[in-house]
């Protein structure tokens, strides 16, 4: 029995360990883990990397922060596409003849310009498909007004005739700044 018992003995101490070391498998010394720092904790002066993992919050919280992202995504969207529309040749023209017009700088005075440092165009430019009617804001040394531009082109092939190019002022006037007897301005 004794004999049955060292070599039991032997297997356990000796033989297994042997075994495992020999595929590969290595003694790992068992370390008490350490908790995560919490936030009044003071100042992190180390990090062990056996610490303890923090918590990780499964609630809710992107079903809080979606809809700010999508009025983000949103507002970030429509602005760019302002900023488009301003810094287009056909808002560069309709100012340019603003500054020219008699009637403009009678009713507006010098130094035309967008009433506001960031303009909001509003209205539609589609010029692939012929299609312009835009308003912003203006203002001069005389005053503001709400400038209105409107084009088409009837097909492919011919050029963009103006409709209407008119200034409403403040108080509700509206002058026509495209005279039928007068050449268009914008007439490339």
């Known amino acids: 029995m004794s004999h049955s018992m060292s070599l039991r003995t032997l297997q356990t101490h000796i033989i297994r360990p042997r075994l495992s070391n020999s595929r590969g498998c290595r003694n790992v010394s068992r370390r008490t883990l350490i908790p995560a720092p919490s936030a009044n904790s003071g100042p992190l002066m180390d990090r062990r990397p056996d610490r303890a993992l923090p918590e990780v919050n499964s609630g809710r919280g992107w079903k809080r922060t979606l809809p700010i992202f999508a009025v983000v995504v949103g507002a970030a969207m429509l602005g760019i596409f302002n900023y488009q529309k301003s810094s287009s040749s056909v808002v560069s023209s309709t100012l340019y003849a603003l500054r020219t017009s008699p009637q403009a700088r009678e009713i507006l005075g010098d130094e035309i310009y967008f009433a506001s440092k960031i303009p909001w165009i509003s209205g539609t430019m589609d010029q692939l498909h012929g299609r312009i009617d835009i308003t912003y804001w203006v203002k001069g040394t005389k005053g503001?007004?709400?400038?209105?531009?409107?084009?088409?082109?009837?097909?492919?092939?011919?050029?963009?005739?103006?409709?209407?190019?008119?200034?409403?002022?403040?108080?509700?006037?509206?002058?026509?700044?495209?005279?039928?007897?007068?050449?268009?301005?914008?007439?490339?």
Do not use: C, H
């Open 144 to 188: 503001e007004g709400k400038m209105r531009f409107r084009s088409i082109r009837p097909d492919r092939m011919s050029y963009f005739r103006t409709q209407e190019w008119s200034l409403e002022t403040k108080d509700g006037t509206v002058v026509q700044l495209l005279n039928e007897n007068e050449e268009d301005p914008f007439k490339a």
